[in-house]
């Protein structure tokens, strides 16, 4: 049987109750056997000066502890330099049968800035795409998408067959939280409780992490 993996790549900086309830919900609507959360290594100039890939990494973990659906594959922190998405698709890919399924879910925001990406016109060689939308993102697909859009997309995700190769946008329950905004309200010393798991919030005060 072949399995179905899906991958949602982000800096979780911190993780939040979007990411994990997107998440969630695609691996229950698909029928997915796993969904990867995969911390992306930074550059040294991007990372919040208190916050390090280790940290963020042990967000996520705490984050996921207890919700056998989704699991943390830290395979970009353990590489010396930032990985590009191609180069982690492709090093998964060599873990998996060729017929296993893989997903990589991008939020709009981040599907809208594929033409940007390091060989992003072969990442669906290795998988699919499932796009979450998001409520606070604009509505219009940026032109140098239009005509993998028109070739490739299905309207429905569960229609999705074989190892790779098409895309599809997914519904989930729009939840308008950014990690930008949850450093900006701790760095205001406000609260952000129930915008992230509890045990996430705990780490972050244990360690004085996102203070102005
Ligand atoms: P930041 O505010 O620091 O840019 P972020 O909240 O967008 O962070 P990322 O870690 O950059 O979080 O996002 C990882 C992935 O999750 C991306 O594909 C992004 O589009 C998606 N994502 C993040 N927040 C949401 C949301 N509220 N709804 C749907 N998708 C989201």
């Known amino acids: 049987m072949a399995r179905r993996i899906g991958i949602l790549g982000g ?10 309830r997107g998440a969630l919900e695609v691996a229950e609507q698909l029928a997915l056997d796993e969904l990867r959360l995969i911390p992306s290594a930074r550059p040294p100039h991007r990372e919040a000066p208190q916050v390090s890939a280790e940290q963020r990494l042990a967000m996520v973990r705490l984050a996921v ?4 659906r989704l699991a943390v594959d830290d395979r970009e922190l353990r590489r010396d330099k930032p990985s590009f998405t191609y180069d982690t698709l492709e090093s998964l890919r060599g873990e998996l049968a060729a017929d296993d399924q893989v997903f990589l879910l991008l939020g709009w925001d981040a599907f809208c800035g594929l033409p940007t ?3 992003w016109q072969e990442l669906l060689q290795h998988c699919h795409i499932l796009v979450l939308q998001r409520p606070d993102a604009d509505s219009e697909a940026p032109e140098a998408l239009r005509d993998l859009l028109a070739a490739r997309s299905v309207n429905d995700p569960q229609g999705l067959v074989g190892p790779g190769g098409q895309i599809a946008f997914v519904w989930q329950t729009p939840l308008a939280v950014s990690a930008t905004q949850i450093r900006q309200l701790l760095a205001e010393g406000r609260s952000v409780r129930f915008l992230l798991p509890d045990a996430v919030l705990a780490y972050i005060q244990t360690h004085g992490l996102y203070r102005g």
């Open 117 to 119: 990406w390091h060989r």
């Open 65 to 68: 502890e207890g919700e056998p």
């Open 11 to 20: 800096t979780f900086d911190p993780v939040h109750i979007a990411h994990l």
